[in-house]
């Protein structure tokens, strides 16, 4: 799937800049912990976005296996970290309140419900969380598996323009 074109890491540091002088984004971090787009398609990451920037979105899941893949850490709360747009445009500094890993299958009500999409049920999150995966996993030569370790992820929004 194309994720849609690079992120801009001047832009990334513009946007952080800002957030520090409107005093969102605390001044002794030098840079976000992570910079990510959601989802695996431009129209996602862009739909994904408006939901945070303009809707109910304040969770997020993913793969414990991409994590692996990419070489990158595991969100810890606390952390701060940039989101962008399809374009590839940073738009939102957002910070980790609450993590748990655990299995696909273990999410709950709650958890669907925060992250906001489609209806919020349980039942939605998995049919579509199910099919994200999916994608993702075949991508890096994984087979899915309904147990499949998830990283579930919280997060407030600290800043916006």
Do not use: C, N
């Amino acid at each position: 799937m194309d994720a849609g074109p690079p992120i801009d890491p001047e832009a990334v540091a513009d946007l952080w800049r800002r957030g520090q002088a409107s005093g969102a984004v605390p001044p002794d971090r030098e840079a976000p912990d992570a910079v990510e787009r959601f989802g695996d398609s431009p129209e996602l990451a862009d739909e994904l976005l408006g939901l945070i920037l303009h809707g109910p979105k304040r969770a997020t899941a993913g793969s414990v296996a991409a994590f692996e893949h990419e070489g990158a850490p595991l969100p810890a709360v606390g952390d701060h970290w940039v989101a962008a747009d399809g374009a590839g445009r940073p738009r939102v500094v957002l910070r980790t309140t609450d993590v748990r890993v655990g299995p696909l299958s273990s999410v709950d009500d709650e958890f669907a419900w925060d992250e906001g999409e489609g209806d919020r049920t349980r039942a939605t999150w998995l049919a579509d969380h199910e099919a994200y995966f999916r994608r993702e996993l075949a991508s890096l030569d994984l087979a899915f598996d309904p147990d499949m370790p998830t990283v579930f992820e919280r997060f407030e929004v600290v800043y916006q323009e």
